[in-house]
T-cell receptor
Framework: DQQVKQNSPSLSVQEGRISILNCDYT??????FLWYKKYPAEGPTFLIS?????DKNEDGRFTVFLNKSAKHLSLHIVPSQPGDSAVYFC????????????FGKGTSLLVTP | DSGVTQTPKHLITATGQRVTLRCSPR?????VYWYQQSLDQGLQFLIQ???????AKGNILERFSAQQFPDLHSELNLSSLELGDSALYFC???????FGGGADTQYFGPGTRLTVL
């Protein structure tokens, strides 16, 4: 049962433009959400996170938005750079049950020059 | 570099065999998590240890087991291996607050690629 879904397997964006990656979840008990970036043959690298008590968190070029009523979060990358090309995973956890991460299946982002 | 180390990087073995994967968490982190990434299932949580004790279990097969030692490193043991066990196995670590105590970011190691022939 996939509790975290990333419905776009891939996304292509021009350098300098905004990349928007989307994620939906079904479990209302999730209270912490994270985005990871992954290159082939490497482990996921933590990018940014947001607690369920917030609706926005910003770190440099990366901003995560959380809409709890819609059970939806998004990652905005502005401006996009070719080095951002990677697979992005959305993950969610419930702090009352050990913080195990539930991952989406990932979105492959390609930023073209 | 996340500070989480995993050995070996690659492992090739035969069906029916047993292997042990090793993970050293970041300095100061008390929790260790194991995840499996296969082509069709994505990243799946297997098991979590906190300061030597099992804390949470996910979709871990009975043929698999894990432990966390007093120095906080962890080992994942996979036995009676089947072709379908071929996957990337990731370890992650975190500081890990008490339940409900707030956010807890996990940092991942580079993974062990297991191939069962």
């Amino acid at each position: 049962d996939q509790q975290v879904k990333q419905n776009s397997p891939s996304l292509s964006v021009q350098e300098g433009r905004i990349s928007i990656l989307n994620c939906d979840y079904t479990n209302s008990m999730f209270d912490y959400f994270l985005w990871y970036k992954k290159y082939p043959a490497e482990g996921p690298t933590f990018l940014i996170s947001i607690s369920s008590i917030k609706d926005k968190n910003e770190d440099g070029r990366f901003t995560v938005f959380l809409n709890k009523s819609a059970k939806h979060l998004s990652l905005h990358i502005v401006p996009s750079q070719p080095g951002d090309s990677a697979v992005y995973f959305c993950a969610a956890s419930n702090s009352n049950s050990g913080y195990a991460l539930n991952f989406g299946k990932g979105t492959s982002l390609l930023v073209t020059p | 570099d996340s500070g989480v180390t995993q050995t070996p990087k690659h492992l090739i073995t035969a069906t029916g065999q047993r292997v042990t994967l090793r993970c050293s968490p970041r300095s100061g982190d008390l929790s260790v998590y194991w995840y499996q990434q296969s082509l069709d299932q994505g990243l799946q949580f297997l098991i979590q240890y906190y300061n030597g004790e099992e804390r949470a279990k996910g979709n871990i097969l009975e043929r698999f087991s894990a432990q966390q030692f007093p120095d906080l490193h962890s080992e994942l043991n996979l036995s009676s291996l089947e072709l379908g066990d071929s996957a990337l196995y990731f370890c992650a670590s975190s500081v890990s607050h008490q339940f409900g105590g707030g956010a807890d970011t996990q940092y991942f190691g580079p993974g062990t690629r297991l191939t069962v022939l």
